[in-house]
């Protein structure tokens, strides 16, 4: 069972998708403190508008904070913008590899001709 074990948590696929959780974490706290610390006080000073995180209806004695949702779904659309950049400034970078060139293993002028035999015979039989 530990041969197992080892097999399956050093294969390449296992360690490269610990590597991208990791770094995708990070990543993702990084993007975070963006939008957090950057990008919403700059539209907050742009717009002379109160924080969205800050909005809230009150029914009742029941408070229903939209504007958390709301500042959710900003910061997804953001780190998912900041992904896609990301991914697509790494794709530039990323090595062009060439097309591997299949090669056509030679036909031997016997084989050559027994498949045009092989053809006369099946145009004949039709």
Known sequence: MWKDF???AFKGNVLDLAIAVVIGGA???IVSSLVE???TPLLVALTGKVDVSK????LGETEIKYGLFLQNIIDFLI??????LFVRLMMKFKRK???VKEETPAIDAKE???KEIRDLLKEEKK
Request: without cysteine.
């Open 55 to 58: 909005l809230h209806l009150v």
């Open 27 to 29: 990543f993702g706290k």
């Open 79 to 84: 780190i998912a913008f900041s992904i896609f």
């Open 37 to 39: 610390n950057i990008i």
């Open 6 to 8: 080892k097999e399956f």
């Open 112 to 114: 050559e001709l027994l």
């Open 97 to 99: 590899e060439e097309p």
